[in-house]
């Protein structure tokens, strides 16, 4: 059975940092990108940064020059360093990964960023 369980979520006050870690199990996603989706209270999920197998990465506006996403392929993990966090970026946030046709995604993770 294929999991991605995130972890790392809470609450900081804005320009702080948080460090949001997925691990994946049931299923090798060293080939696959992967990715992660935030939520904000009653809004639509939208994606916050995807990375390839090879390391590429790309991300939404809002956050470029704050977050970082990487992974380790030996360890089937996807981590996500936010730093100067902003009350908008309060959401719960979603570990994504897409393999063999199927979209697996985590349970998510509160972030809660005060002003």
């Known amino acids: 059975q294929v999991q991605l369980v995130e972890s790392g979520g809470g609450l900081v006050q804005a320009g702080g940092s948080l460090r949001l870690s997925c691990a994946a199990t049931g299923r090798s996603f060293s080939s696959n990108t992967m990715g992660w989706y935030r939520q904000p209270p009653g809004k639509q999920r939208e994606l916050v940064a995807a990375?390839?197998?090879?390391?590429?990465?790309n991300y939404v506006d809002s956050v470029k020059g704050r977050f970082t996403i990487s992974r380790d392929n030996a360890k089937n993990t996807v981590d996500l360093q936010m730093n100067s966090l902003k009350p908008e970026d309060t959401a719960v946030y979603y570990c994504?990964?897409?393999?063999?046709?199927?979209?697996?995604w985590g349970k998510g993770t509160l972030v809660t960023v005060s002003s």
């Open positions: 990375i390839t197998s090879g390391g590429r990465s």
């Open positions: 994504y990964a897409p393999w063999g046709g199927v979209d697996y």
